[in-house]
């Protein structure tokens, strides 16, 4: 069985990672923010090395959410780790979707 990504998903991914990466650095919210890193954790099972390339926009993520006492409104800048970590998806999400999953088939 072979897992991938659908063509629609991996669109979905693309656009809203440039959308945080066109964005002034200091205008996204930890709120549109939290939303892509929920889509590109929602595409781990079909990219292959994805789980590797969330760390820094995640704990960016929540070290914005602390400095501002859990408030999702507030606006939060990128390091550059980050940046990197949305390039990469924008350029990756679809190159490994040849993950195969060797699991028990009846």
Known sequence: MTLR?????????????????NQ???????????RVIGLIVSCFPSVQFGELH?????????????ANKGVYNEPMSFSTEARLELHWYMANNMVYDQYKYNGNQP
């Open 5 to 21: 990504l659908p063509p629609r998903r991996a669109a979905t991914v693309k656009q809203a990672c440039e959308t945080l990466l």
């Open 54 to 66: 969330n760390r820094y926009l995640q704990r960016k993520n929540i070290l914005a959410f602390q």
């Open 24 to 34: 002034s650095n200091p205008t996204c919210t930890i709120r549109e923010v939290a």
